[in-house]
């Protein structure tokens, strides 16, 4: 059983994490089939609780509210709290950016980040979702999950071009992932932005199951020269978070 007015905010959240710009009162009933009416009060309620911000130009935006929620349910997650140290001193060591991810919905959505003082502009921020095929940390995840979750995954999964060297063909992506399997980390190489390289690495819970993916990023001319001494590093990294939540 579902709370209409509560299904409805939940429903105009979810729309508006992917227009950072904010939408109109007319864009956002007319987008989810609500009457005008009842959405404007919803979207009174919302702004008034901070969950919602309205700009000079009438526009609907996520609010400063859901950050303070957002921060404490990254906190809630157990795996996030115990790896923070752990990317800090990857990064640190490899003098790149460090990411790490968990699978929500069919993507990933990234749930830290953590800067070097010479990381490049890259579109991943925390909280943000990404396609599986096309980024080192969904690799991952195809490449480390059980063999049903990855075949029905990729059974729903479209695969646009993001980038000139995004893998769009199944065949040649499977053969990637078992290449992964067998290395013990997966690659991106310029598929989802260009320039950018990424190594990725999957973390384990106590059951053995993966629950997260961890990452070091930065450009192709001076991640790849150094793969080797990266991903000594990563695998190291992910088995120590791994081990430090029960693996």
Do not use: W
């Not at 956002?28 to 919803?42: N, Y």
Request: hydrophobic share 45%.
């Amino acid at each position: 059983m579902t709370v209409k007015s509560a299904d409805r905010v939940i429903h105009i959240l979810d729309l508006l994490k992917d227009f950072p710009a904010g939408l109109t009162l007319k864009e956002i009933a007319g987008r989810l089939s609500l009457p005008q009416s009842s959405t404007f009060h919803l979207l009174q309620t919302m702004e008034a609780r901070r969950f919602l911000s309205l700009t000079d130009r009438k526009m609907y935006k996520l609010g400063p509210k859901l950050i303070q929620i957002g921060t404490r349910a990254l906190e809630t997650l157990d795996v996030n709290a115990e790896a923070q140290p752990y990317l800090q001193e990857l990064m640190e060591k490899v003098e790149e950016t460090v990411f790490m991810a968990i699978m929500l919905e069919q993507e990933l959505v990234y749930v830290a980040k953590v800067d070097n003082y010479r990381s490049v502009r890259t579109s991943a921020q925390i909280g943000m979702r990404k396609p599986m095929y096309c980024t080192g940390l969904g690799k991952a995840f195809l490449a480390f999950l059980p063999a049903p979750v990855t075949a029905n995954l990729l059974s729903e999964m479209d695969m646009p071009a993001i980038t000139k060297t995004t893998v769009t063909d199944r065949a040649q992506l499977n053969k990637q992932l078992t290449e992964f399997r067998q290395q013990g980390f997966a690659i991106d190489d310029e598929e989802n932005e260009g320039g950018l390289y990424c190594l990725a690495a999957p973390v384990f819970n106590a059951a053995g199951e993966m629950v997260a993916a961890i990452s070091v990023a930065g450009p192709k001319n001076r991640v790849y020269p150094r793969q080797t001494d990266i991903v000594e590093e990563l695998l190291s990294t992910a088995r120590a978070i791994s081990e430090q939540t029960g693996f």
